[in-house]
């Protein structure tokens, strides 16, 4: 837990303003909090001995992040949330918020026995308005959820949402958010995708942000400002027509002259992505425990199906690379997409139960920086031998991001993340592992490796200052990579809506724009 957090004592403490105090010399107030939710609001509380409250703190994607808190609250509306808020303040308690719990980081959503967590698992709202054009979507569904509801509402609509269906809801939005729509229309939060966020602030209230009402420079604030502001209990999203879409997942193999392709075709789409936004690609090398060598695999997307070879993905199809009969676009719907994927993050599956990180590499679109990510990276993995630990896998993945995706993210209200509109790569690594033993062993290797990588993309001018919040590791300077002027207004905008920084300080998980 944090050093230092902020005790928010109404008239108590210096006539309404916010008392700081060490967490290290005062004892947790988290055991009283939590009699006084069993004993008030039972029906909304979980403790240790309950069923229920394993499987409650064991959602985190990450096995590291299932951290013991005192007891976890389930609001199911506004006001329980807003109820929670109070009394939580009321005890200088500290929290954490859970949306999907996707977000590696341990304590980005999940607390220690010293706090309480409030989980989003009873906000449930799925609701497609009556004119179709938005739908209400509470932060306890995952994005698998909300496609295979909209499906079953046989409306053709969709909305701009996380590529997977483990992902949930309001981590991928506060942000920004990636979609294989992005191409059409920006980051999930930006650009009109988001209509209005419901809110609870930290003094309690519960308020509506829109782009146009009193709470604009709020609305402004979370397209991509964490989760420093409020609490989100319902998200209205834009919908847009997509009754289906083309997708493929192909391998192609292993070796230097399959890895020379795929990085040319990488860098083709990501250069030329733009003159078809309807295309996505995530293209992955995967390297980890039994395999042979780096393994090049890709997943192909297009928002439609007029054709299962679009000429923007025919590097992927048979150009540089060859074709197969996984190569070619499968027409299915979203939905459908979600129910494949979704098994193998469940308990049982091949994903759940394991240890988990990221970290970020942000860089311009060359070949050359391609190079010293993808080699300096591989060839410290093979040579500190991670593979021989068990269930090591890594996964580096070259998010591609055109310029139709940054200046759809751009245009309409603008968005707190202002990344410059030219072609870019948020390459991501991704590492899952087994065994807790390990986890000092990985956090070496991620620390050395990175600075060997950053140094060399340096010499070259090959950096890039923005860095995705959420695929960005605990000590990545996330907001220090947004524009200074946008920082500056987020953190204006915090200390507006929060100036006890109950959401900093009583909850501090997450990336914070006032530490930036």
């Excluded at 309404?16 to 105090?21: C, E, H, P, Q, R």
């Excluded at 010399?25 to 039972?42: E, R, V």
């Excluded at 269906?165 to 995708?193: D, H, K, Q, R, W």
């Excluded at 600075?451 to 960005?472: C, F, G, K, V, W």
Aim: charged fraction near 15%; glycine fraction near 10%.
């Amino acid at each position: 837990m944090r050093s230092t957090y902020l005790l928010a004592m109404g008239g108590m403490a210096m006539g309404g303003a916010a008392l700081t105090t060490s967490a290290s010399t005062w004892p947790s107030t988290a055991p009283i909090a939590c009699k006084y939710f069993k004993d008030n609001h039972p029906n909304m509380t979980l403790v240790p001995s309950d069923a229920g409250y394993a499987a409650e703190n064991e959602v985190s994607w990450n096995a590291g992040a299932w951290l013991g808190p005192a007891c976890i609250l389930s609001p199911a509306n506004a006001q329980q949330m807003s109820s929670a808020v109070k009394n939580l303040v009321r005890f200088a308690t500290p929290f954490a918020m859970r949306g999907g719990g996707h977000m590696s980081i341990p304590d980005a959503a999940n607390i220690n026995s010293g706090g309480v967590l409030i989980s989003s698992t009873n906000l449930k709202t799925l609701e497609l308005s009556e004119d179709q054009s938005t739908v209400s979507v509470g932060p306890g569904p995952r994005w698998g959820d909300v496609y295979v509801y909209l499906d079953e509402t046989k409306s053709g609509k969709m909305v701009v949402g996380g590529r997977y269906a483990p992902v949930g809801i309001p981590g991928l939005l506060l942000g920004g958010g990636m979609s294989f729509f992005s191409g059409e229309y920006g980051f999930a939060s930006t650009n009109g995708n988001v209509r209005a966020f419901e809110c609870v602030l930290a003094s309690g209230k519960i308020i509506e942000a829109t782009a146009t009402n009193q709470y604009s420079d709020l609305f402004w604030a979370l397209q991509g400002g964490g989760n420093s502001f409020c609490l989100v209990t319902k998200f209205v999203l834009r919908t847009f027509d997509s009754p289906a879409i083309g997708l493929a997942n192909p391998s192609y193999g292993y070796g230097s002259e399959t890895k020379d392709k795929w990085l040319d075709g990488i860098l083709n789409y990501v250069i030329e992505g733009s003159s078809d936004p309807k295309a996505a690609i995530i293209p992955v090398a995967r390297f980890g425990t039994g395999f042979e060598d780096i393994r090049y695999d890709a997943t192909l997307f297009y928002n439609g199906v007029s054709t299962s070879t679009p000429a923007i993905l025919s590097d992927f199809q048979g150009g540089l690379l060859p074709s197969s009969n996984m190569t070619s676009l499968t027409t299915l719907t979203m939905g459908a997409f979600a129910k494949a994927v979704l098994p193998a993050f469940q308990e049982g599956g091949e994903s759940h139960g394991l240890r988990q990180r990221f970290h970020v590499v942000s860089t311009v679109a060359t070949r050359e920086a391609m190079d010293i990510v993808h080699d300096t990276f591989f060839d410290a993995v093979k040579s500190e031998g991670l593979a021989d630990s068990a269930d090591f896998f890594v996964g580096l993945a070259w998010n591609s991001i055109t310029t139709s995706f940054l200046e759809a993210s751009n245009s309409g209200t603008g968005c707190p993340q202002g990344v410059a509109e030219k072609p870019l790569f948020w390459v991501e690594e991704a590492f899952t592992w087994g065994d807790s033993v390990d986890d000092e062993k990985i956090d070496n290797f991620i620390q050395t490796v990175n600075a060997n990588i950053t140094a060399q993309l340096e010499a070259i001018d090959a950096t890039s200052p923005y860095i995705y919040l959420n695929d960005a590791d605990a000590d990545q300077p996330v907001f220090q990579g947004y524009p200074a002027a946008n920082l500056k207004r987020l953190q204006r905008i915090r200390a507006k809506y929060d100036p006890l920084m109950i959401y900093t300080n009583l909850m501090p998980g997450g990336f914070k724009v006032a530490h930036a």
